[in-house]
C-alpha cells in the first residue's frame, strides 16, 4: 500500500518486513551502572560508554536474527515519556509515582511553556545507524502520551498542551529526518485513554508533529480500547500503525474485518507480557490470520511492543521464532505469486 513511499525513499524492504517495536531488555552491567549513576558514583561519561556497548550488542544481536528494520533498542532510556521531559525546557520532575500496577517512575510536570532544547534522540540514532546497513527507526514519543502521562500545570487545557508538545516533537522529528532517519515511529500508548479526544485534538496533534517531513511515519499504539476509536484512528496521518495484536487473541481481526483497514499495519505476533517463547507454528498462525483481512504488501511483522520487560534469552526466542515464520510465510506467498 505504502510502498510507493517506501520506495521514494530508497527503501527496498521484503514483503512482510520485519521489525521490533523499540525497547529491548537491558544487560546486567547496564542496570547496574544505572544504579550507580543515580547515586552519584559513576560520571555520565563512562554510563554513556555502557550504553553505547550494550547498543552496539543489540544492533549486532538484530541482524543476526535477520530483521529487516532495526531499532537501537533504547538503553539510554527509563521511562518513555520522563525521557523526552527531561529534555526539553518547561518540565520538571515529580517524586516517584505509582503506575501500571507495581510499577513506580517518576512523572513528568508541565511546569512552563515547553521549548525544544535542540535534538534529544538524534545521536543515538545516528549511533545506531552508523553499526548497520539496515534502515533504523527514529523514535520518538508522541504528544498525546506526553500529555496525557504528565501532570499539567501550565497550560490552560490538556488541548494546549498537547499540540505545544506537537510543535516541539515536530522538531525532533524534523531532525531525525535531515539527520538520515527515513522511517520514523511516534509512541502513542495512551492515544486511546480518552476516545473522544482523539477527533478534538489528537489527530490535529499528529499533523502537527508530521506536517512536511519526508519520512515513513509509523504509530505505535498499545493498551488500546480500540473499539472505541476504530476507524476514526486511520485519519491520524501516518502510513503504518503498529498495534498490539496478540495479546488481545488477535480480537481486533475482527473489528478490522468490519471497517477495511487502509493504512499498513505491523501486526504484533508474539505477547511481550508473557514469558512463554511461541513456537514457529503459532507465528505462522498469526500471520495468516492477518492475511485474511490485509494484502500481503500491507503487513509488517513485529511483537505486540517493546521487550524491555523480558530476560535477553526470552527475547531472542520470541524474535527468532518470528523471523523464521515470516521467512515461511513469505516464500509461501512469493510460490503462490509466481
Ligand atoms: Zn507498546
Not at 202 to 209: H, L, P
Not at 257 to 286: C, M, N, W, Y
Not at 309 to 331: F, H, N, P, S, Y
Request: one cysteine or more; proline letters at 5%; glycine letters at 6%.
Amino acid at each position: 500500500m505504502m510502498r510507493v513511499k517506501l520506495k521514494h525513499l530508497g527503501l527496498e524492504l521484503p514483503l512482510l518486513p520485519t521489525t521490533t517495536v523499540g525497547s529491548f531488555p537491558k544487560p546486567q552491567y547496564l542496570l547496574d551502572a544505572r544504579r550507580k549513576f543515580d547515586s552519584g558514583q559513576l560520571r555520565t561519561g563512562e554510563l554513556r560508554q555502557l550504553e553505547e556497548k550494550a547498543t552496539r550488542e543489540w544492533v549486532s544481536a538484530q541482524e543476526e536474527i535477520g530483521l529487516d528494520v532495526l531499532v537501537d533498542g533504547e538503553m539510554y532510556r527509563g521511562d518513555m515519556a520522563t525521557y523526552f521531559a527531561n529534555n526539553l525546557d518547561g518540565f520538571r520532575i515529580s517524586g516517584l509515582v505509582r503506575s501500571y500496577g507495581n510499577r513506580y517512575y517518576r512523572k513528568p510536570i508541565v511546569a512552563g511553556e515547553v521549548k525544544w532544547r535542540g535534538p534529544i534522540t538524534v545521536d543515538w540514532w545516528r549511533f545506531a545507524q552508523g553499526l548497520t546497513n539496515k534502515p533504523v527507526k527514529g523514535m520518538v514519543t508522541g504528544p498525546y502520551t506526553m500529555m496525557d502521562w504528565s501532570f499539567n500545570e501550565y497550560y490552560p487545557s490538556r488541548r494546549d498542551a498537547c499540540i505545544a508538545l506537537a510543535k516541539v516533537l515536530h522538531e525532533e522529528v524534523r531532525a531525525l529526518a535531515k539527520a538520515g532517519a527515513k522511517i520514523i515511529q511516534v509512541d502513542e500508548p495512551a492515544i486511546s485513554a480518552r476516545p473522544e479526544e482523539l477527533p478534538e485534538f489528537a489527530i490535529e496533534a499528529m499533523q502537527v508533529v508530521t506536517k512536511g517531513v519526508d519520512a515513513y511515519f509509523i504509530n505505535h499504539i498499545c493498551y488500546g480500547a480500540f473499539e472505541f476509536i476504530y476507524p476514526r484512528m486511520l485519519e491520524l496521518p501516518v502510513d503504518n500503525f503498529d498495534l498490539e495484536m496478540s495479546n488481545s487473541e488477535l480480537d481486533l481481526v475482527e473489528l478490522f474485518r468490519e471497517h477495511p483497514f487502509t493504512r499498513d499495519l505491523s501486526f504484533g505476533v508474539v505477547d511481550v507480557h508473557s514469558h512463554i517463547v511461541e513456537d514457529t507454528a503459532t507465528v505462522k498462525q498469526r500471520i495468516r490470520r492477518a492475511l485474511e483481512i490485509l494484502k500481503p504488501d500491507q503487513i509488517w511483522i513485529d511483537p505486540d511492543c517493546g521487550l524491555k520487560t523480558r530476560t535477553q534469552e526470552e527475547t531472542i526466542g520470541k524474535l527468532r521464532a518470528m523471523v523464521d515464520a515470516t521467512k515461511k510465510v513469505r516464500k509461501s506467498l512469493t510460490v503462490k505469486n509466481s
